[in-house]
Structures are given as C-alpha cells and as structure tokens.
C-alpha cells in the first residue's frame, strides 16, 4: 500500500523499491496460494514504474510464470483466494501487454488466443467478469493481431 502511494519517480524511491523485484520474482514460485497472492500485489503495484531490474528477460521470465499460474489455477477457482490469484493474473497480464510495445516484448498468437479462451470462460463468471473486461480491454486498446 506504501508504494502506490508513493506516486513520485525520484531516484531514492526507485532504488529503495528495486531490490524487491528479485524478492517477487522468487516468491512468484511459492507453493503457497498466500504468498502468490501476496507477490502478484506488489508486483501489480511495481510495474507502475521504471525499474532498473525489470529489464527485458525480467519482464518475460514473470510474465510466463503469471501466464503459468493463469493456466494451473483457472481450472480450480471458487474460493476468494484463487478469485483473487486470477483478478491479479488478469490485472498483471493487462499491464504486460500495455508495456509490451515499451518493453519489446511480444505474446505470440498461441498465447493470444489461450488469453481469449480464458477471457471468454470468465465473461461468464459474475466475480471474474470485471478482469476479463481489463484484460480484454488492454488488448484491444494496443490493436494486437492474431
């Protein structure tokens, strides 16, 4: 909660908040849902800035493992903890692909269309819908061709 409200880029900040990148990224392997859950906030609220550790096989290192946990966990919803694994999935996805045209990093169309197909089984879930709406809305907001 601290650093969303943080909303400055100075340097300080920014070098006090970057080490935690490499804390995430190992956390993002957790067998505990808790943790996952934990690690997918503060790296929702991390990808808001320029950070020196988020470089380009960072970026593509989490956002496979968030595609992964998006595939593991889908099939397993219903309690509030994998709801809020999934928002967070779809949450981080859609900040993947708005900062896939600044970071280089592409989604190839096998990817895409799993994307879809989980977007499309959402749509009908009334506690997901809203997420699949971001998601949905975060791709169609960069034009993606598939």
Excluded at 96 to 103: A, E
Excluded at 118 to 146: C, K, P, W
């Amino acid at each position: 909660k601290l650093i969303k409200k943080h909303k400055t880029a100075d340097q300080t900040f920014l070098s006090m908040i970057d080490p935690f990148v490499n804390h995430i990224e190992i956390c993002l392997n957790s067998q505990y849902t808790d943790v996952i859950v934990s690690s997918l906030r503060n790296l929702s609220s991390l990808l808001e800035y320029s950070l020196p550790s988020l470089d380009k096989q960072r970026i593509t290192n989490m956002y496979k493992k968030v595609f992964d946990l998006l595939k593991m966990y889908s099939s397993v919803a219903g309690s509030n903890d994998m709801n809020d694994l999934l928002t967070l999935c779809y949450k981080i996805l859609g900040t993947f692909v708005q900062r896939s045209i600044n970071d280089n990093i592409a989604l190839t169309s096998d990817e895409y269309q799993c994307l879809f197909t989980y977007i499309e089984s959402d749509l009908l879930n009334v506690h997901r819908q809203s997420s699949a709406f971001l998601l949905l809305r975060s791709i169609m907001r960069h034009s993606v061709t598939i």
